[in-house]
């Protein structure tokens, strides 16, 4: 089945120690995203590719960034992970942007980040 | 400031009888609806939307009313069903040309009672 798988499901780190998430999808989709959740809060856009075009939201701190070397996959790396970082770290995908209305988004299960 | 807002953050339902879910928005430029359905443990699946040149959209169990003059649109689901029991956001998007971004309501949890 084609679909969203995020790396790993539950992630353990240490304040200020770097760590990466990882996405990869098998939908083949123009379009990758990372969301951060925190509990009881709506999905906040950190950033999205259109193929290998980064775009960042302007309010996504310094501290996030991201990579996609290829198409089905896309890092999320966090430099110095502060406690308000923990939260759900979704990714999604869909097949393009910028049509007349937006392509429906397929998320990943998501990594529950917690930062001790 | 919440563009989307969902005022109730749960709903508990009798199966079998109507589950209303309700969203309201602020910002004129919405054109598209979404809403994604959200078990514990998963990440948000896409459940129906709606644009704003309609006022109803169907699919099953699940239809999706729009009201734009009161900037509110509702998610029905009859009969609801235990497995129904998630949480729903509600999403828009604005008709900003290329910035098709998702604007995402808080969430509402339905719980769907044998």
């Known amino acids: 089945d084609a679909m969203v798988i995020q790396n790993p499901r539950y992630q353990v780190t240490q304040f200020g120690k770097p760590v990466t998430l990882s996405c990869s999808q098998t939908?083949?989709?123009?379009?990758m995203y990372w969301y951060q959740q925190k509990s009881s809060q709506a999905p906040k856009l950190l950033f999205h590719y259109y193929d290998k075009d980064f775009n960042n939201e302007a309010d996504t701190p310094d501290n996030f960034q991201s990579r996609r070397p290829n198409t089905s996959f896309c890092f999320l790396d966090i430099r110095s992970p502060g406690l308000g970082d923990a939260a759900m770290y979704l990714c999604a995908t869909s097949r393009q942007a910028g049509g007349r209305y937006p392509d429906t988004q397929y998320f990943g299960p998501g990594t529950r980040l917690t930062v001790l | 400031d919440q563009q989307v807002k969902q005022n109730s953050p749960s709903l508990s339902v009798q199966e079998g009888r109507i589950s209303i879910l309700n969203c309201d928005y602020t910002n004129s430029m919405f054109d598209y609806f979404l809403w994604y359905k959200k078990y514990p443990a998963e990440g948000p699946t896409f459940l129906i939307s709606i644009s704003s040149i309609k006022d109803k959209n169907e699919d099953g169990r699940f239809t999706v009313f729009l009201n734009k003059s009161a900037k509110h649109l509702s998610l029905h689901i009859v009969p609801s069903q235990p497995g129904d029991s998630a949480v729903y956001f509600c999403?828009?998007?604005?008709?900003?040309?290329?910035?098709?971004?998702?604007?995402w309501g808080l969430g509402t949890s339905l719980a769907v009672n044998p």
């Open positions: 939908l083949n989709h123009n379009v």
């Open positions: 999403a828009a998007s604005p008709n900003a040309g290329n910035n098709r971004k998702l604007i």
